[in-house]
């Protein structure tokens, strides 16, 4: 049962082998099968089905970077980000080394925002909390014109503006 593998496949037909173990961090896969598990007889005589996973909304690109990340997290736990964060920077907050370099590189590579919303559909919580880490340090000390830019929203028309400092002054408050 420890070698069993699993095949995830991307909304490109792409394939990512990986042991089953490490998958199950994905709350979507450990559920799944834990549902199919119950409602299936296996009448193979014993042997472990073939075990497969689609995943419709993620590209390969990204499933492959997930495919990594749940490897690794399989050999070496993630340590749970403490809250309020134990530190002012991304990497005193984040002292394993392999973690850091891999939110680092989504972050450099522009792919931060897909490999969360992966996650998030995937429900694989330690990944999302190392995106969300890093996101909160990408933004910290930013204005609030740069965080439109970095997060990619629409510039407020003055009507929309003036309802929103209506509605939430505090947002624009000088702090």
């Known amino acids: 049962m420890g070698s069993e593998t699993i095949t995830f496949i991307s909304n490109d037909k792409q394939e990512f082998d990986l042991p089953f173990e490490a998958a199950k961090t994905a709350g ?5 099968f834990e549902s199919s598990d119950d409602n299936e007889e296996n009448n193979d005589g ?15 690109r990204i499933l492959s970077l997930i495919v990594d990340f749940l490897k690794h997290h399989n050999e070496e736990q993630m340590k749970e980000i403490p ?26 590579n522009k792919t931060l925002f897909e490999v969360l919303t992966a996650a998030n559909y995937m429900n694989i919580k330690p990944l999302l ?24 929203l629409p510039q407020l028309t003055a009507e929309q503006e003036a309802e929103a400092r ?10």
């Open 166 to 175: 209506e509605r939430h002054p505090w947002i624009f408050e000088s702090h």
């Open 83 to 108: 809250v309020p964060l134990g530190g002012s920077t991304f990497d005193e907050v984040m002292d394993q080394e392999w973690y850091k370099e891999f939110a680092h590189a989504l972050s450099q």
């Open 28 to 32: 979507l896969v450990e559920d799944f």
């Open 129 to 152: 909390d190392l995106a969300c880490l890093e996101i909160t340090f990408k933004l910290t000390g930013m204005s609030a014109e740069q965080v439109r830019v970095y997060l990619n």
């Open 46 to 60: 014993g042997k472990p089905n073939r075990r497969e996973m689609e995943f419709p909304r993620v590209e390969g």
